[in-house]
């Protein structure tokens, strides 16, 4: 081989390690925290949806009579921005915090769940905002920790009251209260349901760094210090149970 030919060889062979390197770098390399990176942005999305319920509370604490039909509600749901609704089909759905007042009248920390639509009729251009459940028996809470997907409404055995249509001293009479600070959101409706609501492990999980059931943080197996704005919230709007 002579050295023309040699050279001509080394020449290609370069050029080829060259190529090598340009598709080498054009490949996005996966950073080894990228497992970390989602269970950070999981908990960092969780912490936002408790920041933005203490806000709802609050708003909650300064709506007349509400305090009366929150003294002896045994759980509150709360979905803090829940997306545009539509005629007759329903909000897109948003997530939802549980808290359950314990029986000796203290309240758990939250509990994360993904909510379907609000159904029934609802007016057009209604947009989102915030919804709120106001769980008034056992029988209410219990619907969040029997089932994975469920449905608040008649056909769980629940009466579901429309807070707007209610007059000055029956905020006990339903098994479950829905206030929404949308004004006409529910137009004249009497009776209103929220549909295909979901456990949300995920959330739950990253908010409080370990692996957990609904019952798991009603019972005080867990805890985390950036629920007690929420939790006081809570406790000064709905005060000692009766």
């Known amino acids: 081989m002579n050295s023309k030919h040699k050279k001509r060889i080394n020449l290609i062979f370069y050029a080829l390690l060259a190529q090598a390197a340009l598709v080498h770098a054009a490949v996005p390399v996966q950073a080894p925290g990228d497992t970390t990176s989602t269970a950070a942005k999981q908990e960092a999305r969780a912490t936002g949806h408790v920041n933005d319920a203490v806000a709802v509370v609050r708003k909650l604490n300064g ?3 509400m305090q009366g039909a929150l003294k002896n509600a045994r759980g509150v ?4 921005s829940y997306g545009r609704a539509a005629v ?3 909000a897109a759905g948003g997530t939802g915090l549980l808290l359950v007042r ?11 769940y993904n909510t379907g639509g609000l159904s029934i009729g609802l007016q057009a251009g209604a947009e989102g905002g915030n919804l709120v459940l106001i769980l008034n028996n056992e029988k209410a809470v219990n619907e969040f920790l029997k089932k994975n997907n469920f449905s608040i409404n008649a056909k769980a055995g629940l009466t579901v009251v429309n807070w707007n249509r209610m007059v000055q001293g029956t905020a006990g009479t339903g098994d479950v209260v829905v206030w929404s600070d949308t004004k006409g959101l529910f137009g004249d409706l009497v009776t209103v349901e929220v549909n295909n609501i979901r456990f949300n492990e995920k959330a739950t999980n990253a908010y409080y760094h370990r692996a957990l059931s609904a019952s798991d943080v009603i019972n005080r197996k867990t805890s985390n210090a950036q629920a007690a704005p929420l939790v006081d919230a809570m406790v000064a709007a709905a005060g000692p149970a009766q």
Request: hydrophobic share 40%; aromatic share 14%; glycine share 14%.
């Open 63 to 65: 709506v007349e009579r």
């Open 77 to 80: 749901f709360i979905v803090p």
């Open 88 to 90: 007759g089909v329903g």
């Open 102 to 112: 314990r029986p000796d009248g203290t309240w758990s920390d939250p509990v994360f």
